[in-house]
């Protein structure tokens, strides 16, 4: 016998051992009808009782979105792509369709349609295929329900498998769910369990992807087509298979037509029309995202609250299945702004290798309204794409954080105006500094009396500075000696009630180099911190959800924790001061136009550049470095963008990435100016002779607005020295070599 001979054999015997099955287990249900009436309740009571509620309610994976703040979707996350809706928002035509080809006799018969059992072995006999099935609508939806309710593979394989017990079972299952629902229940749960290939379940996301349209938009040609999908996804598959889902759309159109659902002219026309699909995916995750590693942040923060389920298995469970809906605080505007400056000054995929991160976060409420990398998300062996989100901690993106350098400066300035020490108090920066008198907080010294600190440009030592003066020109050995003086524990405390830790959730270290920035942060850390001043001294938390809304309510989301941490007056005179730095200090240059204020930051040898500034509505902190490790790799002759450098500092990429964000972020935000700091700060100081400049704040009248002492050499930005402290590692902690 020849190969296609077997095969036509085993098609028939085939078909024949299935009618045989379907026999049997009509027989079986035929003869549970004829049973007398009192044993047929009794016997439909027990299976209803019997009856998984799964079946009646079931809890469908649904996709779930995170929105920005202006309701705009960021991302999907999902298990199954599928959008529930109720039976009215499927088109009539759909509905007509769908029981056409598969159930046309679905409104007068029970669970059990045994003409279309025969009409169906007798069509496939006839065929020599299976072209019709004999299952009715209900006993679908029962097996569909079974295997998505299904807790184990075990569960979801018994679901599906080809046996008469599975058969029975579901047979079983279906008289009692039409004891139970209407026939119209009934239809709308099938409608949103239907797989219909392509990674489309229910008519609603079928209707979306293949044709851009909601499923109370469908046409009769598109129902045509999605209802020939059902039977079998793969084979039917118009985007995969173009013919066979044509051929299968005509089929449907046949039976509409057998069944005077349509006309037969009606049919006709409609199949000499195109396919004419608009296939539309639904990414699945952060990466293509316009804002992947905010949206990282969210589905990080969601994976790790036990709010949302005990294990982490159970968060995923949700975030995948839940169909929530996750409000945040992402502000399109303003992250395209940080998005557009950080590629034009640090292109995704410059040959140098380099990297930056921005993250803006809203004073007085720590929403983070935008965090950017210039990279994409994906693969970090690519050039241009990074995993690791530099710009928050590790918990939240796997970086293990990058030194602050010089940004860290202005916690030693809190901690000296928040002493009483005066604007015009003055100290000595000597031309090297020697490490000691400086005890941690448990009282223990610290320091090396073998090495000494240097300043970044020679001429800055052997002079006095002002608290303002120092500050605009970021001289080191003035804030060691400033920390000194206030004691490194009092800028240590500083820091953390402004929220700082180290990228690993770790407390910072103590070290006199504490005051150059030599702890590992993240930008988001440091962004909240100086939110803080242009809050008056209030810290928030930073938060990136508002709100989350599941199908039957509101889950709890984050709550903003905000604290006043420092007095109003420090705050203001941090402020004041640091309004310099943009108009006579280290970024003078960058300022925006409206009162702000910012500190810049550049990291020993080169190895990173930031700025941190901010104006009364918003702050934002950037780095820039590379990600394969700075001490290797430091900025040293490098071009990035449009220019060229043979070393940056904080003032030369950082600083105008910052300004470039700011003036497109808070375009058409009304501008506030800074409060004035209290009188007393601008009393004359330890030898420093009373500016001339007598103008007062406009907040505040007992405040002259620029009490700040001598004009300071425009001079970069000086830089962090590495931690001097014997035995102290010192590498670029959050990415290896």
């Excluded at 349509?262 to 699909?277: D, F, N, W, Y």
């Excluded at 210039?374 to 989100?389: A, E, F, H, I, Y």
């Excluded at 938060?543 to 905000?562: E, F, Q, V």
Aim: aromatic share 8%; net charge positive; with cysteine.
């Amino acid at each position: 016998m020849g190969e296609d001979s077997r095969g036509r054999s085993a098609r028939i015997s085939d078909l024949l051992i299935a009618g045989v099955a379907t026999g049997v287990l009509s027989a079986v249900l035929v003869l549970q009808f004829a049973l007398p009436a009192g044993l047929g309740v009794k016997q439909a009571r027990h299976t209803f009782e019997t009856l998984p509620h799964a079946l009646i309610s079931p809890v469908l994976p649904q996709r779930s979105v995170i929105l920005a703040a202006d309701g705009s979707k960021l991302a999907t996350f999902y298990y199954e792509n599928r959008v529930e809706v109720p039976l009215a928002k499927v088109a009539p035509i759909m509905r007509q369709t769908i029981i056409a080809i598969e159930d046309s006799r679905f409104y007068h018969h029970g669970a059990l349609d045994a003409k279309g059992i025969v009409r169906a072995l007798v069509a496939n006999l006839s065929a020599g295929t299976v072209i019709q099935g004999g299952s009715t609508l209900s006993q679908q939806y029962v097996k569909n329900a079974l295997a998505e309710t299904a807790t184990t593979a075990t569960a979801r394989r018994e679901a599906l498998e080809p046996t008469a017990v599975r058969k029975l079972r579901e047979l079983r299952l279906a008289v009692a769910l039409e004891k139970h629902l209407t026939k119209d229940q009934i239809l709308e749960r099938y409608l949103n369990i239907a797989y219909f290939g392509d990674g489309a379940y229910g008519v609603e996301e079928a209707a979306r992807h293949y044709f851009r349209v909601h499923a109370a938009d469908l046409t009769l040609v598109q129902a045509a087509t999605l209802a020939g999908i059902v039977r079998a996804p793969q084979t039917y598959n118009p985007n995969l298979h173009p013919m066979r889902g044509r051929e299968r759309r005509d089929t449907v159109l046949d039976r509409m037509a057998q069944l005077k659902v349509i006309t037969p002219q009606q049919a006709t026309e409609t199949k000499a029309l195109p396919l004419t699909l608009r296939i539309t995916g639904t990414p699945n995750g952060c990466v293509e995202s316009s804002a992947p590693f905010f949206c990282d942040y969210v589905q990080r923060e969601i994976l790790a609250n036990r709010a949302f389920g005990k294990t982490a298995q159970e968060r995923r469970f949700l975030l995948q299945r839940g169909g929530l809906q996750i409000h945040t605080t992402l502000e399109p505007r303003m992250q395209k702004a940080a998005q557009r400056a950080l590629n034009h000054y640090v292109p995704p995929n410059n040959k140098s290798g380099k990297a930056a991160a921005e993250v803006l976060v809203r004073p007085g409420t720590g929403e983070i309204t935008a965090m950017a990398l210039d990279r994409k998300m994906g693969d970090s062996t690519k050039r241009g794409t990074l995993w690791v989100n530099l710009a928050a901690d590790s918990d939240h993106g796997s970086s293990l954080g990058m030194q602050a350098g010089s940004t860290f400066k202005v916690f030693t300035l809190a901690a000296a105006l928040d002493k009483g020490m005066a604007f015009g108090d003055q100290l000595d920066a000597p031309k090297s500094f020697v490490p000691t008198g400086f005890r941690n907080c448990a009282g223990d010294r610290v320091g090396d009396p073998h090495v000494s600190l240097g300043n970044a440009a020679d001429g800055e030592g052997g002079k006095k500075f002002t608290l303002v003066t120092g500050t605009w020109h970021s001289v080191n050995t003035f804030f060691l000696a400033l920390e000194r003086k206030v004691g490194l524990c009092g800028t240590y405390k500083m820091a953390n009630r402004l929220g700082m830790r180290r990228a690993t959730g770790e407390k910072l270290e103590q070290y006199p180099s504490f005051t150059l920035g030599f702890n590992t942060v993240s930008p988001l850390r440091l962004a909240a911190a100086y939110a803080a001043f242009a809050a008056r001294g209030r810290y928030c938390r930073p938060i990136a959800i508002t709100r989350i809304d599941g199908p039957t309510g509101s889950l709890p989301a984050p709550r903003a924790k905000c604290h006043q941490v420092i007095d109003k007056g420090v705050a203001d005179a941090v402020s004041h001061v640091l309004q310099g730095v943009l108009t006579k200090g280290t970024a003078k240059g960058n300022d925006i136009g409206r009162p702000a204020a910012g500190k810049t930051g550049t990291v020993d040898n080169f190895s990173a550049a930031w700025f941190a500034g901010y104006t009364p509505d918003m702050a934002s902190a950037v780095w820039v470095g590379d990600p394969r490790g700075g001490y290797k790799h430091p900025l040293r002759d490098v071009c990035l963008g449009e220019a060229c450098y043979g070393e940056v500092f904080g003032a030369d990429v950082p600083a105008p990435i910052w300004r470039e964000t700011m003036e497109a972020a808070l375009r058409g935000v009304p501008e506030h100016g800074f409060h004035g700091p209290p009188g007393d700060y601008f009393r004359k100081g330890n030898g420093e002779e009373e500016d001339k400049d007598k103008d007062k704040d406009k907040k505040d009248k007992d405040a002259p607005e620029n009490q700040d002492g001598t004009e300071p050499p425009h001079e970069p930005d000086g830089r962090t020295p590495r931690p001097i402290i014997k035995g102290l590692p010192f590498f670029w902690p959050w990415l290896p070599d």
